[in-house]
């Protein structure tokens, strides 16, 4: 008898109708192919494995495309087993341990970090979800974001990763400057949250020109300074770079000058570093003269790399 390997999508809306594959060793092609999601029979379709999931069912070499019928269970998330007979006789289906198919009701992302990032795309977003729309961790296996124009001209469906039971997290494709996307969470890449969803601004690139005011600071203390340039955006993740440690950024209401803070850096602490005993993040990298870089993201992941603006450590007299 043919051997079911895994099903996919493996959850759907309450209200049924998703398309799920039965992945198997040994499926073929009959007119009578049936399903039982729970108590529930319907015709199945046979079909080949397509690239794009091979890796995921490996022993598999065949298919059976389903429909998910309304939720058959309470409460939700619940499961039924998923079952296939090719000859649509009640004896035959198999397998005896099925896997199960789940029904959840809406996921509806409640907010997103950041909100803005480079029109290059690769911004990690982290979406957050209702305390009541839990997701139970590994129990999707194809948790998906859908980015949508505001015009619905253009949509592209990518991976989530899911960081806990209410949050997940994606990568912002390319988009173009001065516009925005619609982000939606989905459990199995075919359903998403109905509604407006996240919106994501794609922020023109920001430049860095300098510092105004005070460009020295004591290494014994920390020093806040005024970056200048353009296109800066305050968002919940703007932040500075000096050297190489990482800190939030207040961006001024005029969007040419944002506040940014210039951390205590102890004369042994710049040695450790420079034995690799603190690690990058920590403490800023510096020139011998005591010199830093200091630069700017918007979305707190993507900072400028022109070293326009630099920030002097001193050691004051003992």
């Known amino acids: 008898p043919p051997k079911v390997r895994g099903v996919s999508p493996n959850i759907g809306l309450r209200a049924g109708g998703a398309s799920v594959t039965v992945f198997a060793q040994g499926f073929y092609d009959k007119p009578e192919i049936k399903c039982r999601i729970g108590e529930v029979v319907s015709d199945g379709i046979y079909t080949h494995i397509p690239e794009s999931v091979v890796h ?9 495309v389903c429909m998910a019928p309304a939720a058959l269970c309470t409460p939700l998330p619940c499961s039924v087993p998923v079952k296939v007979s090719i000859n649509g006789r009640e004896e035959e289906f198999h397998p005896d341990d099925p896997p199960q198919f789940y029904w959840h009701d809406p996921i509806a992302a409640v907010g997103m970090e950041p909100t803005a990032g480079p029109a290059s795309g690769g911004t990690l977003v982290d979406l957050t979800v209702r305390e009541i729309d839990q997701i139970p961790l590994g129990l999707s296996n194809l948790v998906s974001c859908s980015f949508t124009s505001n015009n619905d001209d253009f949509y592209i469906i990518l991976p989530a990763f899911q960081t806990g039971p209410l949050q997940a997290s994606c990568l912002v494709p390319a988009g173009t400057q001065g516009f925005t996307m619609q982000v939606r969470l989905s459990l199995n890449g075919i359903e998403f949250e109905p509604g407006a969803g996240q919106i994501f601004y794609y922020a023109f690139l920001p430049e860095v020109t300098g510092i105004f005011g005070l460009k020295v600071g004591p290494e014994e203390s920390a020093t806040t300074i005024t970056v200048t340039g353009s296109n800066f955006l305050q968002t919940t993740r703007s932040a500075c770079k ?3 440690f990482t800190s939030p950024a ?5 969007s040419e000058s944002v506040k940014c803070f210039a951390p205590q850096m102890s004369s042994r602490r710049i040695s ?3 034995k690799g005993l603190v690690g990058e993040g920590k403490i800023p ?3 011998d003269d005591g010199q830093v870089c200091v630069e700017y993201a918007t979305d707190g992941q993507h900072f400028t790399t022109t070293c326009l603006a630099t920030f002097t450590y001193y050691t004051s007299p003992s």
């Open 285 to 287: 990298a510096r020139g």
């Open 56 to 64: 995921r069912f490996p022993n598999a070499d065949s298919a059976v």
């Open 250 to 254: 207040v961006v001024n209401a005029d």
């Open 242 to 244: 000096v050297g190489n």
């Open 272 to 274: 450790e570093q420079a």
